[in-house]
């Protein structure tokens, strides 16, 4: 096991996948990760969508205009849901439980990038949310927060620098 303090350095984006498959007990793991993570009032009221068909992949990467072009060339993609009319903290329960599975997927040795699909749609003015949801068959009152793909990294990342770390972003007491 790493220790947190490496983890949290050599996490990075990987946008870029071999094509090997993920192993169905590292999937576990990382799904695992997501469902201890916290949640506020214990309500782990969170959904996850694993999805490993590689036109459903293609389909996703097209459910907005920029920046999840690259979903289609992941092994892995795990699609993260909340339903507001029963969790108000739906958006911070997912975030949460996202990035403890890239958390995990990197000690697994595997690449991660999240995509931001809340918020998110076409030039049409059609939600990101509304397309994945036609994909996958989500029903109406859960809404798509982001969408996390995981692969073999096909590249490499520099770790962190720490002497890049904006520590005056950092207050104590008061501003």
């Known amino acids: 096991m790493t220790d947190f303090k490496t983890l949290a350095q050599v996490r990075r984006s990987h946008r870029k996948f071999t094509e090997q498959e993920i192993d169905s007990e590292d999937v576990k793991m990382i799904l695992g990760a997501a469902l201890m993570s916290p949640t506020s009032k214990g309500q782990r009221a969170w959904q996850f969508v694993v999805v490993e068909d590689k036109m459903d ?18 092994p892995l993609a795990i699609v993260v849901l909340g339903d507001p009319t029963q969790n108000d903290c739906w958006v911070e329960d997912g975030s949460i439980a996202a990035i403890s599975m890239q958390y995990q997927a990197e000690e697994l040795g ?11 749609g076409l030039n049409d003015g059609t939600s990101a949310d509304t397309v994945i949801r036609g994909i996958l068959n989500i029903p109406d009152n859960y809404n798509v927060l982001c969408v996390i793909a995981f692969g073999h990294k096909a590249d490499e990342r520099k770790p962190q620098n720490e002497d890049k770390l904006k520590w005056e972003n950092v207050h104590i007491e008061k501003w």
Do not use: H, N, Y
């Not at 992949?57 to 992941?74: N, T």
């Open 57 to 74: 992949l293609e389909k996703l990467s097209d459910a907005k205009e920029m920046g999840g072009q690259f979903i289609k060339g992941a």
């Open 110 to 120: 595997l690449g991660s990038c999240w995509v931001q699909m809340r918020g998110r």
